[in-house]
Nanobody, 126 residues
């Protein structure tokens, strides 16, 4: 079992930056592909970013490409999402996820992930 806890969300203005963190317990993350998803009220949970087991490969949704960066520190059992140039449309609850899979690539679909955090709210005002 893996327990994931997100932190770092908050209320910011358009153009500001935030760094989300995802801390894991119960199992090390260094053999698990990880991802970030977000969900706005009344909408489906959308893919944001993903990273493979070693941080060698990443993937981003088109809407955040060039503004967000996913990274991981396996020694600290943590994954991060650096969000720059935030826009009001980035407002959502952000969720960290881990896939119980030993393959060497990342995953971009929510159903491919086995463990989820409780989410952290990001609100961007215009």
């Amino acid at each position: 079992q893996v327990q994931l806890v997100e932190s770092g969300g908050g209320l910011v203005q358009a153009g500001d930056s935030l760094r989300l963190s995802c801390a894991a317990s119960g199992r090390t993350l260094n053999n698990l592909p990880m991802g970030w998803f977000r969900q706005a009220p009344g909408k489906e949970r959308d893919f944001v970013a993903a990273i493979d087991r070693y941080g060698a490969s990443t993937s981003y949704a088109d809407s955040v490409k060039g503004r967000f960066t996913i990274s991981r520190d396996n020694a600290k059992n943590a994954v991060y999402l650096q969000m720059n140039s935030l826009k009001p449309e980035d407002t959502a609850a952000y969720y960290c996820a881990a896939a119980d899979d030993d393959s060497f690539h990342y995953f971009v679909r929510a159903y491919e992930y086995d463990y989820w955090g409780q989410g952290t709210q990001v609100t961007v005002s215009s």
